[in-house]
């Protein structure tokens, strides 16, 4: 499981005309969460991406999501799983079938929830069109 975390103002997601999750958050900033399930991810991975994406200390001043409130803007992405390391192709092999994927999303989301963590997410399987503005910009490679 891979996922890119990237300190934001503000984030949202449209899926055709309809913005489907969104976060705004000037004051405390907020992480939007590119995550990519694995095909050979550890049956507990998603505990560990929950913990990180809650517990990392990447807002301001040393802060994390938990420490200050910050909402999360969650959005699977796939691709991250992407292997580019021969040819001009990426390979999807790595990736995990949407059948498995989407219930670990949903695990994140919830585990998220549990924590007291407001999350908005993006919509599964969708065409998504995804805006951010970074702050930073600080971005960070997670992989569990």
Known sequence: MKAVLTRVSSASVTVGDEVVGSIDCPETGGLLALVGVGAADEPDAWETMVRKIAELRILDNEKSVSDVGAPVLLVSQFTLMGKTARGRRPSWSDAAAGGIAEPVMRRIATG???RG??????RFGAMMKVAS???GPFTVLVEC
């Open 117 to 122: 963590i407001h999350v908005e997410e993006g």
């Open 133 to 135: 503005v970074n702050e």
């Open 112 to 114: 998220l929830r549990e």
